[in-house]
């Protein structure tokens, strides 16, 4: 069987455990909510009454696609295409191309930056493997103008923090949601972990400072992870709507 990504692959490592896919979650719902394109979702209207869902779907097809076999995966890419097909139908005009390419940009960076703040760093082959996982993804997406290989990618990444994103009212009304959602403990821990993850332009859009938290906390989140103590703590930091599928994002790689 022909699969998506292969077996033994350092993306399903990263992917296939719970805790860096809630940091990946993390770090793109602060990054998203600067997205210039972030109106596409308001234009809906599922993004503000469900963010932290609508975020975390996201991520779960990502996921979804990563473990599927190749054909199955591209049945997925074809179906989350179509349904930005039919939004764009509904408007009366197209998605811009380069806000894919945003999307998709997201899943790359926090995929590495959450692995390597969890985990270890990552090698450089490591890293175009992740990359070319993404772009075969986006290449399915039919979007243009991707670039080939990672270190191209890390240019065209750094011209996205510079004229993809702003501060805008959307921004705001996300924050706003989020902490609705999770509440005021789980929303700080949230902006504290977005803090350690986003690049260094994200974070002068939101304001953020560094975050002593989490200086203290990552070395003890991996203890308490190596004591298999990591799902008490996904129980006091997670919504109850979401503990069950948070649990079933662990899969053997």
């Known amino acids: 069987m022909e699969w998506f ?31 210039k394109a972030v109106d596409w979702l308001y234009f809906t209207g599922k993004l503000p009454a469900d963010p932290i869902g609508r975020l975390f779907s996201t991520v779960v097809y990502a996921r979804k696609i990563i473990f599927a076999p190749l054909d199955k995966a591209n049945t997925t890419i074809d179906h989350i295409r179509g349904i930005h097909t039919a939004v764009e139908g509904a408007r009366g005009r197209q998605i811009p191309d380069w806000a894919y390419r945003d999307v998709l940009y997201m899943l790359i960076h926090y995929s590495i930056a959450s692995f390597e703040l ?31 290989g990672y270190e191209e990618w890390l240019k065209s990444y750094d011209q996205h923090l510079k004229n993809d994103l702003t501060r805008s009212d959307h921004t705001t009304d996300l924050f706003r949601q989020y902490r609705k959602h999770l509440g005021a403990v789980r929303y700080y ?65």
């Open 5 to 35: 990504v292969r077996e033994g692959s350092i993306v399903r490592k990263i992917w296939g455990k719970a805790d860096t896919v809630l940091f990946i979650f993390a770090g793109a719902a602060g990054e998203f909510a600067l997205n």
């Open 118 to 148: 969890l985990d270890r760093k990552l090698s450089h082959a490591e890293k175009e493997e992740v990359y070319d996982v993404f772009y075969r993804f986006g290449r399915r997406m039919q979007l243009k103008e991707l670039p080939v």
């Open 189 to 253: 821990i949230l902006l504290e972990a977005q803090k350690k993850l986003m690049p260094a332009p994200v974070k002068q859009l939101l304001g953020f400072g560094k975050s002593p938290l989490m200086e203290l906390a990552v070395p003890v989140y991996k203890a308490v992870a190596f004591l298999r103590m990591d799902k008490l703590i996904h129980f006091i930091l997670l919504p109850s709507a979401y503990r069950k599928q948070i649990a079933a994002l662990n899969i053997p790689h």
